[in-house]
Nanobody, 124 residues
Framework: QVQLVESGGGLVQAGGSLRLSCAASGRTLSMYAMGWFRQTPGKEREFVGR????????YYADSVKGRFTISRDNTRNTVYLQMNSLKPEDTAVYYC?????????????????WGQGTQVTVSS
């Protein structure tokens, strides 16, 4: 098993930036493709993007493409979500997730392990 802990959330003004981190323990992170999701109250968990095991391939939702970047440092067992040009509609709880089975995984059901989430609030 792998345990995931997100950090780096907070309050930022529109147009600002935040970098979220997802630290893994228990098993080496290089065994997993990683995804980022977000959720607001009353809505389903939304796919933000994902990165493959080596970090050589990423894929993003259209809503964040060109503004968000996912990277990983397998030597530090950490995945990052760099968020630039933030908008109020980016406000959500952000989750990282790990999947051992899927290389391309836009659905929450494809992930085996989840962090507890970190709140991102973007003020207008």
């Amino acid at each position: 098993q792998v345990q995931l802990v997100e950090s780096g959330g907070g309050l930022v003004q529109a147009g600002g930036s935040l970098r979220l981190s997802c630290a893994a323990s228990g098993r080496t992170l290089s065994m997993y493709a990683m995804g980022w999701f977000r959720q607001t109250p009353g809505k389903e968990r939304e796919f933000v993007g994902r990165i493959n095991r080596s970090g050589g391939s990423t894929y993003y939702a259209d809503s964040v493409k060109g503004r968000f970047t996912i990277s990983r440092d397998n030597t530090r067992n950490t995945v990052y979500l760099q968020m630039n040009s933030l908008k109020p509609e980016d406000t959500a709880v952000y989750y990282c997730a790990a999947t051992e089975l899927y290389a391309y995984a836009p659905r929450p059901s494809q992930y085996d392990y989840w962090g507890q989430g970190t709140q991102v609030t973007v003020s207008s």
